[in-house]
């Protein structure tokens, strides 16, 4: 199954609307609400509960935020918001009021605090710096490679605001495989800290890189982060003309294929994924009304516990905090015992990670006696939640509503979701799909509809779809289809709309939320001298949901363990990529009828050897 990012059932979103407030939470913990500031706070008296269809259709027709048109998009008609902000850097000024005018504290890191005010002021500053000292501009693609820094989100704004191309680098990735990345993108100047910063060097003269430290990268080469910033002259928003779709990003999603594929973001794309995640927080309510007097919720606060190289924390949480007024709280390192006392100590009200890390959250609340009652939403992504951990969840945090969904890179993560008691009831199922702008259907081979109940490919249509993969118009025209996005998800889906995902096409490792090609893994370990063939496949891991593991023919007479393997590995992969289960033998790997590598077999062979051996 393939959760590859989280999408946000966002019923308990704070949206100012206007000068007013609009705060809602999940199914039966509704808040106050007050829609616009002259209008009265409503109750339960004076709401009648809409259906979701019904709720979704008042909103859209009612209210100018979130009013929908038909639009050409490259030559395609699909639906669109009409009014929302054109592009990235415009989320930055619609936020404006909804943090205090910029006084309110936007994002926390460690000791550190940065106003909306000092965020803005950082984002306009290195976006004067980045075309006025060094020429950059409309087009140019400008790479980030970094752990999650403060920095990080500044640069993505910084970037897009004078009309670049932001292209996230993967922090796990090896000097090999950036180097794959920068000669695709053709990114020429990369900001990267100093771990990024030490596999960058040899890359810099062969590629004529112009590197510029972050942090601890900083002097470490000729241009630094803080003196650009500090040298900037003007920190008002550069005057730049940029086109809704205009590319925005290049994000790296391993597909079938031994190198990873860059999907190329729009403008369009990505705000049109913000809004309809937002737009549910305003149905929200009309579905169900909140309780007599309830109180008002507090400002939303999120915790970003993945990498912002990937669109799980970039677009859900980052993109949407913006318009939605939202705090942002960064953690240097995963650590469940710290996330547990950052949720608790700064009041945070959401929690979108792997299912890994909402399993170890939950234990380390238990040992800690906590139960994070501020947090009101309790998201997964990038991969399949375990059936029985979400009543196990519900259970340990009572006041949030667990919530799951399935999106991917190519969506700007926008797709199917559900929370709460929906959740609780269909533990299995990815949710419904959210509206107001996506189209789906279940497609068989041939590309015809299937019928209710029947295995199908996810496929979807909307502005939040992908531009293309870069460089790869093959696999572009296979995924894209007059509009339509082509998966690679199989699943089924009720007479309710609820869409069950079964299985996948692509040889797709799923470890912890990272995607790992089969095939990226089969090459690394191609370059092994001894090594005559390998099957790359997953392994079930009660703590990842999936590993790494592989199946090699050695040349006769040569031993090789696993730990011997990894360290070969280690300058070819990234060590999230690693095989940890090896099975060696010196015959042929198994085959199918076309005389190709059969992988299912091998993997079924390999898993009854060590179930035996257990």
Not at 274 to 285: E, I, K
Not at 588 to 601: E, H, N, Q, S
Request: proline share 5%; hydrophobic share 45%.
């Amino acid at each position: 199954m393939t959760f590859r990012c989280a999408v946000l059932a966002d019923l308990d979103l704070l949206l100012n609307l206007r000068s007013g407030l609009l705060s809602v939470r999940c199914k039966k913990r509704a808040r106050r609400v007050t829609l616009g500031g002259d209008d009265a706070i409503l109750s339960n008296a004076t709401m009648i509960a809409m259906t979701p269809e019904d709720a979704v259709r008042h909103v859209v027709t009612t209210n100018p935020t979130f009013a929908v048109h038909e639009t050409q998009v490259r030559g395609v008609t699909m639906k669109a918001f009409k009014n929302i902000p054109p592009t990235v850097p415009s989320l930055l000024a619609a936020g404006w009021a909804q943090h205090g005018n910029g006084t309110l504290d936007y994002i926390a890191y460690e000791d550190e605090n940065y106003t909306y005010a000092e965020f803005t002021s950082t984002v306009n500053r290195m976006a004067h710096a980045m075309r006025d000292e060094l020429g950059l501009g409309k087009g140019d693609r400008i790479a980030i490679a970094m752990r999650n820094y403060p920095e990080l989100l500044m640069l993505v704004l910084a970037i897009s605001s004078i009309g670049g191309i932001v292209v996230f680098l993967n922090a796990w990735w090896t000097t090999q495989e950036l180097d794959y990345a920068l000669r695709d993108s053709e990114a020429k100047v990369v900001f990267a800290d100093g771990q990024r910063m030490e596999r960058l060097v040899p890359l810099r003269d062969p590629l004529g890189l112009t590197l510029i430290g972050v942090r601890d990268g900083e002097g470490q080469s000729a241009l630094d982060f803080t003196i650009m910033r500090d040298d900037a002259s003007l920190d008002t928003a550069p005057e730049i003309g940029i086109d809704t779709d205009d590319d925005f990003a290049v994000m790296y999603s391993s597909g079938t294929t031994g190198h990873p594929k860059g999907v190329v973001q729009t403008h369009r794309s990505a705000v049109n994924a913000v809004f309809s995640w937002l737009m549910q927080s305003v149905v929200a309510p009309l579905i169900t009304p909140p309780e007599p007097d309830a109180p008002a919720a507090p400002r939303p606060s999120a915790l970003v516990v993945t990498p912002l190289f990937h669109v799980t924390a970039t677009h859900p949480l980052f993109l949407l905090s913006l318009p939605a007024g939202a705090k942002i709280t960064l953690m240097h390192k995963w650590d469940a015992e710290q996330a547990v006392r950052l949720m608790r100590d700064g009041d945070i009200t959401r929690f979108l990670g792997v299912p890994t890390q909402s399993a170890e959250l939950m234990q380390a609340a238990r040992k800690m006696g906590e139960t994070l009652p501020a947090m009101d939403y309790l998201g997964s992504g990038g991969a399949k939640r375990p059936a029985a951990q979400v009543a196990q969840l519900a259970r340990a945090f009572p006041k949030a509503g667990v919530a799951t969904g399935w999106g991917m890179t190519e969506t700007n993560a926008l797709g199917i979701g559900m929370i709460g008691d929906d959740y609780t009831a269909r533990p299995e199922s990815a949710g419904k799909l959210h509206p107001p702008v996506q189209e789906l259907r279940l497609l068989d081979g041939e590309g015809n509809d299937v019928a209710l109940g029947e295995l199908g490919e996810i496929t979807v249509k909307s502005p939040a779809n992908m531009r293309c993969y870069l460089n790869k118009p093959e696999a572009t025209a296979e995924t894209l289809q007059d509009g339509w996005l082509r998966t690679g998800d199989l699943a089924v889906m009720d007479a309710e709309g609820y869409v069950t995902i079964l299985d996948r096409k692509k040889n797709i490792i799923i470890r912890g939320g990272e995607n790992i090609a089969c095939l990226d893994v089969e090459g690394a370990l191609h370059r092994h001298p001894d090594v005559l063939e390998a099957a790359a496949f997953s392994v079930p891991d009660d703590r990842l949901g999936e590993a790494v593991g592989a199946a090699i023919q050695l040349k006769e007479g040569v031993t090789l363990s696993q730990k011997d393997m990894a360290g070969f590995l280690d300058e070819h992969l990234a060590s999230f990529k690693i095989p940890v289960h090896l099975w060696v033998q010196h015959v042929v790997l198994t085959r199918g009828a076309t005389d190709k590598i059969d992988r299912r077999a091998i993997r079924a062979a390999c898993l009854d050897n060590q179930k035996a051996k257990a």
